[in-house]
């Protein structure tokens, strides 16, 4: 059957790499063997795979379609090893995840504990804004996502989620660290180091930001919480940020989170997110529990 053929493979390389010549250089093979396998297939099938152009390879309808079908029996194959090597019992695989930089923190410490249990499982993991975490999970690029405030969209499943709300986070020296809780209009007089709009934060912020009359001071953004974190313990200025994007700095006494006082202030949803219908193997399956637990423990 042509579609478990070497077929697979080289038009694969060719659709990616757009030349013939480019794909037999990834291969090893010449390019006439890669052109002479798909001219094969294309005269089985009764219609072009590629439009041959003078700059490079162009698929067609017909051969989007085949690219799709192959794509997606990869996939199946990849899980289906994998449930293999679940029955052998060799605990063995890997899992990818896509997650926001906000639950960098926390998702460390819970992937810590599953290598403790499955030290043979591997793990591919990705940081994105949290639409695009979405819709990473949608195109089964990644088993499993991890967003704040993910978008409605269909096909998307959020088995479990927990909130959490704003607050302050500033340097241990800091006027407003002895407090228990601050309100906006105690911020106003100190810098703030604010995410940009890449990060969904910022939305959240740009909310309570819509509610006040007063107009904050700020003194740096950033596309990286990382960087806003550092400062804040420097002293550049104060943050506002969730707890659960500063798990490793609060509970390591670098910096003081305060609660903010504030009815306006919305609460940032940090959910699981699932493609609908997709199997995972059954390595994702047991972090997926893992991971559910611990959100109910956070929800608690």
């Known amino acids: ?166 607050g302050v986070i500033a340097a241990l020296g800091h006027p407003l660290a002895g407090q228990a809780k601050v309100r906006f209009s105690d911020c106003m007089e100190y810098g703030i180091v604010a995410p940009d709009n890449s990060l969904a934060l910022r939305g959240v912020i740009d909310r309570l930001l819509a509610t006040s009359s007063a107009h904050p001071r700020i003194v740096a953004t950033s596309n990286s919480l990382s960087m806003l974190k550092h400062l804040v313990a420097q002293d550049v200025g104060i943050g506002l940020v969730t707890n659960l994007d500063a798990t490793w700095e609060i509970e390591t006494g670098r910096v003081r989170f305060i609660p903010l006082e504030n009815p306006n202030v919305h609460p940032s949803i940090l959910s699981l997110c699932l493609a609908e219908g997709r199997q995972l193997p059954t390595t994702a399956t047991s972090l997926l529990t893992l991971f559910d637990t611990a959100m109910n423990q956070l929800a608690s």
Not at 37 to 59: A, N, T
Not at 125 to 132: I, N, T, Y
């Open 1 to 166: 059957m042509w579609a478990f053929s070497r077929f697979v493979r080289y038009f694969n390389e060719a659709a990616v790499r757009g030349s013939m010549r480019r794909a037999g250089e990834e291969l090893h093979v010449s390019p006439s063997s890669v052109d002479r396998q798909i001219l094969r297939i294309e005269s089985e099938l009764g219609v072009p795979l590629f439009e041959r152009l003078s700059q490079g390879l162009k698929v067609t309808a017909a051969g989007e379609l085949v690219l799709h079908r192959i794509r997606r029996w990869q996939k199946e194959m990849d899980l289906l090893k994998a449930q293999i090597e679940d029955l052998k019992g060799l605990k063995r695989g890997h899992i990818s995840l896509a997650i926001v930089e906000g639950a960098v923190e926390w998702t460390t410490q819970i992937l810590a504990e599953y290598h403790r249990k499955y030290p043979g499982v591997s793990f591919a993991v990705h940081v994105h804004g949290a639409d695009h975490v979405a819709r990473l999970v949608l195109d089964n690029a990644v088993d499993i996502g991890l967003s704040v405030n993910p978008p409605i969209l269909p096909g998307l499943l959020i088995p479990n989620s927990a909130e959490f709300r704003l």
